[in-house]
């Protein structure tokens, strides 16, 4: 059988040789195109897994700006709360800063969870800065009756520190040092979230930068459930928790509080 010749529009005889370079060229520039579009997307899946921000699962967790409704400017290490929903251990000294909190002492602050978390996988990070003395900076996730259940340390002065565990008995979030000397530390934000890789901050140009900053009037919110000041006796609810707004975690006990500045408030307290 006799073929006829194919040719091109310029003329030129489509061979076999030509034929197989051309094939060659499609080849290599879909194995071109394959490539790129493979760089994209490992582009954007950096850009998700920098920059995707899962919930945050502790109360007033930016130091930068916390919720402090008993109005102190220092905490002395007394075993008792500080800054809304953090628990301040016997000789750990919490001082509040304009861009963080200075925690200094031997031991740690802790938050307690309301309830146990499901069985899942979490993770705890904190962003610290100016971390001095011989003792490491300890993140601790735990139980409030059994104890730690996994621990990450540093001896960084800046950083990030986080720890990861796989449990159903996550109800206590500690960050603070081991009890071997007297050191301090300026925490800037702390989070706790579900799944092993954390989301609180991302790094530009070698530097900690937070994902996100949370609304100041949400978190506020959430800490009211647990204790609510007012300037006067007449504005504090009585009756119970479902006459306070936010509805609080359980009815409340009535106190007093003096603040910094000399100024005594009216408190209902549902704390942990």
Same mark, same amino acid.
């Given at each position: 059988?006799?073929?006829?010749?194919?040719?091109?529009?310029?003329?030129?005889?489509?061979?076999?040789?030509?034929?197989?370079?051309?094939?060659?060229?499609?080849?290599?520039?879909?194995?071109?195109? #394959?490539?790129?579009?493979?760089?994209? @997307?490992? *582009? $954007?899946?950096?850009? +998700?897994?920098? !920059?995707?921000? /899962?919930? =945050?699962? #502790?109360?007033?967790?930016?130091?930068? @700006?916390? *919720? $402090?409704?008993?109005? +102190?400017?220092? !905490?002395?290490? /007394?075993? =008792?709360?500080?800054?809304?929903?953090?628990?301040?251990?016997?000789?750990?000294?919490?001082?509040?800063?304009?861009?963080?909190?200075?925690?200094?002492?031997?031991?740690?602050?802790?938050?307690?969870?309301?309830?146990?978390?499901?069985?899942?996988?979490?993770?705890?990070?904190?962003?610290?800065?100016?971390?001095?003395?011989?003792?490491?900076?300890?993140?601790?996730?735990?139980?409030?009756?059994?104890?730690?259940?996994?621990?990450?340390?540093?001896?960084?002065?800046?950083?990030?520190?986080?720890?990861?565990?796989?449990?159903?008995?996550?109800?206590?979030?500690?960050?603070?040092?081991?009890?071997?000397?007297?050191?301090?530390?300026?925490?800037?934000?702390?989070?706790?979230?579900?799944?092993?890789?954390?989301?609180?901050?991302?790094?530009?140009?070698?530097?900690?930068?937070?994902?996100?900053?949370?609304?100041?009037?949400?978190?506020?919110?959430?800490?009211?459930?647990?204790?609510?000041?007012?300037?006067?006796?007449?504005?504090?609810?009585?009756?119970?928790?479902?006459?306070?707004?936010?509805?609080?975690?359980?009815?409340?006990?009535?106190?007093?509080?003096?603040?910094?500045?000399?100024?005594?408030?009216?408190?209902?307290?549902?704390?942990?």
């Amino acid at each position: 059988m006799a073929y006829q010749k194919q040719y091109f529009q310029n003329g030129e005889v489509l061979t076999a040789e030509r034929l197989n370079h051309i094939e060659d060229g499609i080849v290599n520039q879909d194995e071109q195109i #394959l490539e790129q579009k493979e760089q994209i @997307n490992q *582009v $954007n899946e950096n850009i +998700k897994k920098i !920059y995707a921000v /899962n919930k =945050n699962l #502790l109360d007033n967790w930016y130091f930068g @700006n916390p *919720v $402090n409704q008993r109005g +102190k400017t220092e !905490y002395p290490g /007394n075993a =008792n709360y500080t800054i809304d929903r953090w628990w301040g251990q016997y000789d750990t000294n919490l001082k509040i800063k304009d861009d963080g909190i200075v925690m200094d002492g031997s031991w740690n602050i802790d938050q307690h969870l309301e309830n146990t978390l499901p069985n899942g996988t979490y993770t705890l990070s904190v962003l610290f800065k100016e971390h001095k003395g011989t003792d490491v900076l300890r993140a601790i996730i735990g139980n409030k009756a059994t104890g730690d259940i996994n621990v990450n340390a540093t001896y960084e002065s800046d950083g990030l520190l986080s720890v990861t565990a796989t449990s159903d008995k996550i109800n206590r979030l500690t960050f603070g040092f081991a009890g071997k000397g007297t050191d301090s530390v300026k925490l800037i934000a702390a989070k706790l979230e579900l799944g092993s890789t954390q989301t609180l901050a991302h790094q530009e140009n070698g530097q900690w930068v937070l994902n996100e900053i949370p609304n100041y009037a949400e978190e506020l919110a959430k800490c009211q459930r647990y204790f609510h000041v007012y300037n006067t006796s007449a504005a504090r609810p009585t009756g119970g928790m479902y006459n306070c707004v936010p509805t609080m975690r359980a009815n409340p006990v009535q106190s007093t509080i003096t603040t910094a500045d000399g100024k005594t408030l009216y408190a209902n307290s549902a704390d942990l």
